[in-house]
């Protein structure tokens, strides 16, 4: 008898009973749109991801002959992307995790598409390293190398925030630190193997779109939390000086560790990669390899610097 009713009522009526889709599970100022899986879908899997395999498109342009060949370049070719991979593998265990300590839908939704993000983004650099002839094995153990004592200090204090339960300083950990270090660091390192391996660079532009949407969410959800003014304000500042001082210690023995294998390649190569503009307005043979991380390293602190001051820490 009802449904009768309802079926028989004017249309404009049964409009107004609709409820705003914007209003179902969020705080008055959020804007879901931004973050939901419509607008994933229409970010990733209908633009930046259309027509891709593995996040390669079709008919890639070729692999210069040395990063199979030489094999220093297939050395390094292989520990670059193992130390991503590194850092994906924190990335898609540590954000599912966090899905169960998200505060509202809203946030579990946003972490949902992160989580596909950040696997995917461990898929891709496995596929790639299989197309090269490393076995799952290998690639653990080359993770297990790349993983300094630094390194390892850096990601278990990630881990270590969502394990805890603190969603803000989890996120935090995440996607305003971890995320923030990694963007600088896919930017630097898609313009490195430009020319010598056109599909790796457009694997790490697919993840760096995604990134930069991480640090987007972060941002925001960061934003509201200092807003309150409470202990999770001390909190995220007290670890963003920890972090801070840890990713310097992960840039330094990354220096000491391997950037006498890059300065090689780049002595031996530099016909090849020369022109490269690896940093605005700065090519790749008027910078040394050392230099060359010194000025990641300084960017990255730059930006996290103005980024902490956005969101208000
Ligand atoms: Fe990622
Ligand atoms: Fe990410």
């Known amino acids: 008898m009802n449904d009768a009713v309802t079926v028989a009522a004017p249309l404009e009526q049964?409009?107004?009973?609709?409820?705003?889709?914007?209003?179902k599970f969020v705080a008055e100022d959020w804007d879901p749109s931004r973050f939901d899986i419509q607008h994933w879908l229409g970010r990733a899997p209908w633009r930046t991801l259309k027509d891709t395999e593995y996040g390669i498109g079709k008919d890639p342009?070729?692999?210069h002959f040395a990063v199979i060949d030489d094999k220093l370049v297939n050395q390094i070719y292989k520990l670059?992307?193992?130390?991503?991979?590194?850092?994906?593998?924190?990335?898609?265990?540590?954000?599912?995790?966090?899905?169960?300590h998200a505060p509202d839908e809203a946030s579990q939704i946003f972490l949902a598409t992160q989580a596909v993000d950040e696997a995917r983004h461990y898929e891709v650099f496995?596929?790639?390293?299989?197309?090269?002839?490393?076995s799952p094995e290998d690639r653990d153990q080359m993770m297990e190398d790349?993983?300094?004592?630094?390194?390892?200090?850096?990601?278990?204090?990630?881990?270590?925030?969502?394990?805890?339960g603190d969603f803000a300083a989890a996120m935090m950990a995440h996607n305003i630190i971890l995320e923030g270090m990694a963007y600088p660091i896919y930017r630097y390192e898609s313009a490195y193997w430009s020319v010598f391996d056109p599909s790796l660079t457009q694997l790490i532009r697919g993840a760096f779109a995604d990134e930069?949407?991480?640090v987007r969410y972060g941002e925001a959800i960061i934003q509201r939390y200092s807003k309150l003014g409470d202990d999770s304000r001390n909190t995220m500042q007290r670890l963003a000086r920890e972090f801070h001082s840890?990713?310097?210690?992960?840039?330094?023995?990354?220096?000491?560790?391997y950037i006498h294998l890059y300065q090689l390649v780049a002595d031996q190569y530099m016909d090849v990669i020369g022109d490269i503009d690896i940093f605005p307005g700065k090519k790749m043979r008027d910078v040394s390899e050392t230099d060359q991380v010194h000025i990641l390293l300084g960017q990255i602190q730059d930006e996290h610097a103005q980024r902490m001051q956005r969101i208000g820490l």
């Open 61 to 63: 342009a070729p692999t």
């Open 126 to 134: 496995c596929q790639r390293l299989a197309q090269f002839g490393v």
């Open 14 to 23: 049964l409009i107004d009973q609709v409820p705003q889709a914007q209003n």
């Open 80 to 100: 670059d992307i193992a130390t991503f991979l590194t850092a994906e593998r924190v990335s898609y265990t540590g954000i599912a995790k966090l899905m169960q």
């Open 146 to 164: 790349m993983t300094t004592k630094e390194l390892r200090a850096f990601y278990d204090l990630i881990k270590e925030q969502v394990d805890r």
């Open 246 to 257: 840890l990713m310097t210690s992960v840039f330094e023995s990354s220096i000491r560790h």
């Open 212 to 214: 930069v949407h991480h």
